[in-house]
């Protein structure tokens, strides 16, 4: 590229990683979008969220920092005053900066606030919430509502209904839909209003002056999923395949674990009540790659798709029927914590590559930076990996991956050290728990205390601990006073 590089990363809330063609992981969910990313550009196998909860896991990606360290350890709260994000940092070597669609990222100050371009959701903010009739979750942003304006531009007037509502049996959840028929068309849908957002923000900060970089986020798949025809029948439930951690006993687990089974109230419908729920989230999945499709195409539109940078990734994963849990939460399992990332990069030298370097996604908001020619502050937590999105020979000499959990519906303050091998989590309030990753790579079979790995489970606490004193983790005063008896 002759100058620096536009950056554009599209992000998604709650998505699975095995539900992104590229990965070969799944037969059945379609993204012909992301995988042409993919073809251009390189696929990480080994990304992995810092921590699996949204306005967390969105902080550190927008501030390249763990969040005891950026102060949004749980939904609902604030980015500590004094840290920056990374339009700042992009804004010091010109780039100019938009944002689009969800942010549930600072719980008083939205992204114009920031200093993006683009319109604001304030609180957890899901836009159909008191305007789409029938829609019981109540979760409506704080102040100014842009989808509703967008649905009247569009004529849309009055909105769409929102019907076959699929809750639990837990009598006192009943207000958060896993799924429904959004029963408008594909236009008057949330996802294609993010995507129109996107556009409208790109033909706003796009010029042949100055780089840009822009951040779209999506609602979905996360529940309540929202699904327009022709994606909510796309798929068959009967062709969803049990998975293999749904056998999951809970013996030798945290109790809390069950707790939040009990929460969702989704074991009395078997594995066909998942069924029903992955063939719309997988429906929702397919309609995300269409909008990632259509953002493509106006980036080549604007004459600036050769000198892109495209970030395809998710915020964090979701159980959908693994271990009988749905959505994320006290729980550090592979399927909430390692993430779809496809990059990308128009100078690829190895297009259609994969990277099985561990890497984070915090970081892919150091490699922005890096690519921007903007040095990476060195009290940001990780690394640029620029050479793998280029396409070049890449080694970070990572053996592992330190991950992080304080509170959702309950205050966990759960830490994962996880190598290619083992996993060990250590649970404040709970007994530990290590898998044999080779052996049981569905985590099925907590070995914590199992004489047989006595080394490994003290080579993890060794490298636990050293992860807690580099990072001056809060919790680490906690572990080391427990882990000599834990």
């Keep these: 590229m002759s100058k620096r590089p536009n950056v554009v990363v599209l992000m998604s809330d709650q998505q699975r990683l095995d539900t992104v063609g590229c990965y070969g992981l799944n037969d059945i969910c379609k993204t012909p979008n992301i995988d042409a990313l993919a073809e251009r550009g390189v696929r990480f196998d080994a990304a992995f969220t810092p921590t699996a909860i949204c306005s967390p896991a969105r902080a550190s990606f927008y501030t390249g920092l763990y969040p005891h360290k950026h102060g949004v350890t749980g939904n609902g709260l604030c980015i500590n005053e004094d840290v920056q994000g990374v339009n700042h940092y992009l804004d010091e070597v010109g780039y100019r900066c938009g944002y689009a669609g969800k942010w549930h990222v600072d719980e008083e100050t939205g992204p114009s606030g920031y200093g993006f371009t683009g319109q604001d959701f304030m609180g957890y903010a899901f836009p159909g919430s008191g305007l789409l009739p029938g829609l019981q979750f109540g979760a409506k942003p704080h ?34 839909e896993m799924f429904a028929l959004h029963d408008g068309p594909v236009e008057s849908c ?19 002056v100055e780089p840009f970089f822009l951040w779209a986020n999506f609602w979905g798949p996360h529940s309540p999923s929202l699904v327009p025809e022709p994606y909510y029948s796309m798929y068959d439930p009967k062709d969803i395949r049990e998975h293999p951690s749904y056998k999951e006993t809970f013996e030798g687990k945290p109790y809390r674990q069950q707790l939040i089974e009990k929460l969702w109230g989704l074991g009395d419908y078997g594995w066909e009540g998942f069924q029903e729920i992955g063939a719309r989230y997988f429906g929702h999945c397919t309609l995300l790659d269409d909008m990632v499709g259509r953002v493509v195409a106006h980036l080549e539109k604007l004459g600036v798709l050769d000198n892109t940078i495209i970030v395809y990734t998710a915020d964090h994963g979701d159980c959908m029927g693994a271990h009988k849990l749905i959505e994320k939460g006290e729980f550090m399992y592979d399927e909430i914590y390692r ?24 970081e892919v908001m150091l490699s922005a930076l890096d690519a ?83 080394k490994v489970r003290q080579d993890l606490i060794n490298r636990m601990d050293r992860h807690m004193q580099q ?16």
């Design 339 to 362: 993430i779809p990332l496809v990059i990308a990069h128009p100078d690829c030298q190895a297009p259609g590559t994969a990277c099985d370097e561990f890497v984070y996604l915090q």
């Design 372 to 454: 921007a020619g903007r040095e990476v502050p060195a009290h940001l937590d990780g690394q640029s990996f620029l050479p793998a999105i280029e396409g070049r020979a890449y080694q970070n000499g990572r053996e592992e991956v330190y991950c992080v959990f304080d509170r959702h519906f309950t205050v966990a303050n759960q830490r994962m050290v996880r190598t290619r091998h083992h996993q060990f989590t250590f649970n404040s309030g709970d007994p530990g728990e290590l898998y044999d990753l080779q052996k049981d790579p569905y985590q099925l079979d907590n070995r914590y205390g199992d004489p047989a790995y006595e």
């Design 143 to 176: 102040g100014h509502n842009p989808y509703a304006d967008y649905l009247k531009e569009r004529g849309f007037d009055p909105p769409p209904n929102v019907t076959n509502r699929y809750v639990g049996t837990n009598p006192s959840n009943q207000a958060q």
């Design 190 to 208: 949330i996802e294609y209003f993010v995507a129109e957002e996107a556009n409208r923000v790109l033909d706003e900060i796009a010029t042949d």
């Design 471 to 486: 990072l001056d983790d809060p919790l680490r005063g906690w572990f080391g006073r427990i882990k000599g008896a834990y």
